[in-house]
């Protein structure tokens, strides 16, 4: 396991440098995760991107770093505090300055010069993998490949020069640096896999998922998602659309979800808001809708690139009136790709808008994926309950009933083009035929007609799901990209503890998360908001009693593993902690 | 060929009697029988207003959305299945006020669904208050005083917002609107029909009588020419907009024939799952 | 008490006929409280308004009608179950009949005949009043003194007319009918009462809390307190914009409060949905605002003209991200006015949006109220922490700290116009300055300083008030509307029954519930929605025990405080029934 | 009188350097000081966006609302206190885009704030996608074909929508620029200025370059007279809206003058208390 970080100013690379880095690592057979910090800034204002490699899966950023690539000074003050005795590599070009008392070894090479002698001081970056794949002990070879089918559109004079920086960075290193190259990763696994985002995994699965029509609006963190579907969908002959404004997207999803057709939108807190009205239009008409939020620092513009997971009251319960409103939580970039393809399989089976509830932690953070875990043809794709053409041609002169009561709540709808299926889908409250109704008695009916049918959504998905020993001490809960922080902690947690993720958070796995958390003696719920929203639901729910604490943080950072290992700790008794 | 007869729901209607959109309603059934259209391929979508409980009233798929945004809903409907002849229908509140935002962009992305503004200058299913376009100096319970806000000219927008195909008809002159229906949805891109269709109840002023004097007809102008941008924008300012008949219409392609490699098949028609070569193709572009 | 109903199309004046009755009755010193059943249409469909007229004060309706006068047959048909023994009186022209096994009596009298022998059937409805004047025996002067009055300003003409069609129909009642006049109603008490409805005191409030610009848009039930200040602000210089859509009504009323004038905006579900993006910026940049939502038939457009409180939920966490916001309930039409004043009050010295729930029920029904409930000129304001001049002058060069932390978290603002005062308000995290801050430590006191000033509401306000005895083996706990319907039954229920109502649903008033609800044995939670949502908020904050049930109801109807009795009943000991 | 440097914050841009939005704050600042406005009688709103940060660099009440929003807050503003001058400005996303309804709704309004478009004909601030006035055939990351919309003409639009007041400015040419919004802001009624405002890091094809090519600037032509519609509609026609000027303005009386009873006052300096006798005019309604 090694941690590899570079820093600078934001429009100067860093991005596509961490990137390098991540993939060839990936294609060797090491497990990478990427971690970005970045602003809410085009160019300039500190950015750095930290990446792990390691040999068994990873999923989560911890604070140690075992190599900083510098591009400026402010990078080495505000990073320094990391190192732990590693290794600073920076460019001689800003006279780099290692600050008092600092545990870290300052290594210079002069990286814009030699880019610059090499053609243009953009090849700098360049120079920094070469010299970070020699301090790692990887393969020159391996980057050598990758840029020269990188940079292969550019021309042979673009691919030499770059495979030029990085040999020039590696060999540099190896001359100077030699003494220094203690690191061992130890041996890579073979595996075919991917280094993809949880927004990535998102479009992927609502392709593999029939989805082809995708209304949007740009907005961090979600834009990935539009944006990968815009590149891929003219293979499939779909379309994306950029909307005007998210209620636009919204009302344009539910109208494609009418005609039959698999339609998608995703946001962003701000945008989600924007969506609410219409999101009960849905529910009420009983019209498939996918909406993918990716929660961001909130509430109203508030920290547009800080990680946050504090929409989910507001996914729940936002709009006016009583619905329920389905809401699948991913926890891992796998579990996105397995959630926006069953998203649309829910949405069509329950006729009802689906929320995928992302964070911007698992929207952009990039990581090692199984390609088989990602099997886009053969997902299962289910249509949900529709009348055959025979079906509602028997009907005669009978006005179809496309709200018909039936024990579970769901009625068979027809499609705009099907013969004898005409019918009126609205959002004021209706009858059976779908006219209109005022009556008292049809409105309760329809009512629970609505709210009973997506209580079978816990029949068919698990909704809490547990990792751990049978007879925990501890449990720790968490949702989203916190799961594979709490995973990563549980590693170092020797005693009796247990782990517990949402993958449904409406309509709430009630009995499951009693059943699963019943044997805990504690049990640590962990989430990124100040509101402890999850703990809220828990106890609107009725679970809730003195067994529970709260872990909350809400200052835009993810949770370290190493700070939840300390916080549970307190918890156990002290002779299970080894 | 569907018959008049078959566009019909039978339901009881919930306007008040003589309300206009008794004949916007009659036209849009006259058109949709004149295309040649069928309840089962044809698709309404419907704002919220009086105007809006237009979708009860006519046999074919029908979705009522929210206020304001039945453009979009329009947009997603006519995407997701390109084979349906798709109307949309509001009031001058849904379309000009709140649905405002809407109304420009459909009118710049030119997809082929035709929209039929029910227009009767004043809020009738809130009871009356004051709509976009409503006349300055116009009395209303939100202004008593009358209007102090400039009215919108939903024509002269269109027009300069580069609209295909822009018409305003009167819900009295039944054939010649139902003729401008018609040819609305002939066309292969956005049409805008905006119709005058009085409300007996709460708008006192603009009423039958008053448009009967007050209104032009194109179709009794001879040689007018519809082809011409400049040319309509004089004649609505001219007329402040008091004129019926087939403003501007252009040759053009919809939206949905220019999407980079959208399918020509309606969506709803394919089958969903995705084939291993393309998926391998797409897996490709992360490697 | 007597209750008193019209019933006929809609569009044929049931609404200003209905209001004659109650403003007379008022005026001779009854208590009134009319009710109104109406559809989402302009003309036709059957309507109907009940008048309950009483010698005490009366705010709900109940099951049973006195005296119905019928403008057409249905509405013999759909009411007539109610009458248990009472009169129907008929328009002769549609040949009213008597529903098989009816108990009631039926008096025929050619309403439309007289009017039109006047000179117009626009009066039938006039002779209705004087007939129903006859029956209730209430003294026709004063009906003849109250149309002299009211068509003053059409004309002679038209004054003698409505004058002879009050007068006619009295006497044919008392000429054809004497002996059926039996209806004793008590002596009127004095006092001096209006007959007003909760919008009408929210917008008396807004004018007496210094409110001078209204921005919205018209929608059911809440129009009424738009057009009220359309008609009212002129006299005190204020404006009422009629907006776009609620996005925009909701920015502007921000706009103003940032600019230190007194904004409201009101809307019901559809629109309060689209407020919830713009209601976080309010939050997040402190602005103070005030939003009145007058809940109705959810979700989506639902049930326009039908009584709900489902929007609970929604207020309370609708929009993206981490806020507190403040919710009042009023529970009576006073309170109306009360909290009209005091949300105006609380969002400037909290610098940040105020809601006011009410529901349909509450915003439209007229009942008596004691004018000197409404002294409007005598009604304190606080004008919330503000730097003076001189403190601004004496910053110097020193930027203002907009922000400042406090032990309060209320930080003193300055107003656009003031020497010195100049700051950034912005819906992104924010320093103490104003100035867009990413740091951690900073987003965290932030997040704590909005959170913790508005715990400060409780210790101003009592969020939950309490009628009843010591000892109470039940509390019916109600909100809004309900709360008049719940006093109602307590008056039927004997027993040890208090109840209890939310003034304040957010900050949850959690001490106080938890100590007004210790003593009791049973907790019965009184809500007009589906999904329970005061119940599942108390439980949310740890109220919740076996003690508690819930009684619901959501087809669009109010509860009658008949049902709550029988359903109280059930829970208590039998002995205790009397 | 305040200067140049008492409107300046002194705070850090966070915009990339060489952007457009630089000469447009600059311009800001010298029509700040040429019309003799003073910082704390100065209100800024701003929208989201690379534009909308602007209100962090001028030393003035600022209000940094939500995305597509700035124009109702401005006139809430405005009516709260109608002594302030209230500039607005924000992105062509912004505007156009999700703020399409309000911006058409200001116009009809006309109250007395001068709206200031930041137009790179790109989405700065989310890294690079096609806005409303992006060309046909523009690529990005949204568009990588190139845009399939007609583009959005604000000025025409403008225009037709009965604006008072409408100009077009270029953030490099800064005296005509500064000069347009001095006269914007001297205007008595809603003022709208689009700016172009080059993107240097997302739009390659509107450079500086060439708009400096394209671009025709009124002020150089002579004898163009703005004070009429119909020739304002021609030349922004003829030109594709690639001009620079005054395009159109007229006397007009703001929307603040308008309002039955409303205060000359600003409401801000207004007793907050009603007064008995009014009170008591108000119930006796309800009596
Ligand atoms: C978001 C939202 N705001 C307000 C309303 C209330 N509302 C219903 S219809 C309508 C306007 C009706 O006017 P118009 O569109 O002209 O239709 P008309 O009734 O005149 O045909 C309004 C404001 C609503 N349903 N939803
Ligand atoms: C409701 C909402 N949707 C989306 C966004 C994300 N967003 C921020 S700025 C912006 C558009 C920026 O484009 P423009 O208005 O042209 O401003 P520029 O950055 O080009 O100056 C968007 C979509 C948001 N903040 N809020
Ligand atoms: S209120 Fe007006 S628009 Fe509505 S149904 Fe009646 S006449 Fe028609
Ligand atoms: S991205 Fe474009 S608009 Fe934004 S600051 Fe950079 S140059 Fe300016
Ligand atoms: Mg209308
Ligand atoms: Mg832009």
Redesign the interface.
Known sequence: MLAWKIGGDQ?EGIDSTGDVLA?VAN?MGYYVYGYKHF???????HTNYKVRIATSRVEATTRRTDILVALNQETIDRNVHELEGGLILADESFSPVLPEGADAHLLTLPLTNIARSLGSIMMRNMVAVGASAALIQLPLDAFVDYVTVKFEKKGEAVVNANREAVTTGYQRVIDEYRALLTFKLGDPSRGDR???TGN?AIA?GA????C??M?G????PA?EI??AL????????????????????I?????????????MTSS???G???M???M??A???EIPAVIV?T?R??????????Q?Q??L??L?????????RVVLTPGSVEECFEDAVEAFNLAEQFQTPVIIATDLSLALWKQSVE?KS?N??N?S?R?GSTLSPEDLLALGENVFQRYQFSPDGISPRS???????????????HGPS???S?D??N??RM??KR?TKLLGVAAIRDGFRYEGPDHPELILVGIGSTVGILREALHHLRGQVGLGWFRTLSPFPVDRVQSVLAPAKHIMVVEQ???G?IR??M????V?DDRFTSYLK????PFLPEEVVTRAMSLLSPVEVH | MATLQEFRTGEKSWWCPGCGDFGVLTAMQKALVAVGASPDTTAIVAGIGCSGKIGNYINSYNIHVTHGRALPAALGLKLANRDLTVLVAGGDGDAYAIGMGHFMHALRRNYNVTYIVMDNHVYGLTKGQTSPTSEEGFKTKTTPQGSIERPIHPLMLAVSAGATFVAQGFSSWQPQLAHLIQKGIEHPGFSLINVISPCVTYNKVNTYDWYKKTLKNLDEQSGYQPNDRSTALATLHQTEELVTGLIYQEETTPYEDLIPGFSQTPLVKQDPHVDPETWNKILATLE
């Open positions: 429009g993939t294609r602003s809410s800034r085009i160019r300039g204002g991917l280094v993809i990535d992927l392709i593999a998922g029939g082809r029509l209304y609006y740009p907005i961090t834009t539009m944006e815009v590149r891929w969908f003219p293979s499939v002959g779909g379309a994306v659309v950029q909307m005007e404004d998210e209620l636009g997207s009302t344009a999803v539910i109208g494609a979800g009418f005609a039959g057709a698999r339609a962003s807190g701000p989600i808001s924007l609410q009205e219409a009960g239009l529910s009420v008409a939020d929660q620092g909130g509430p109203s513009t508030g920290m547009p690139t800080k946050e504090s929409d009251l507001a729940l319960h936002g709009g006016h009136g009583d619905t329920l390609r990602l886009g043809p997902v794709i249509k499609l705009p083009g099907e013969k004898n299926g005409q019918y009126l889908a609205t959002g004021v409250e779908g006219k209109v005022e008292p008695a409105r309760e009512m629970n709210l908001n100040a509101l929203q809220q639901l106890a609107a729910h009725g809730s809400y200052d835009g950072v």
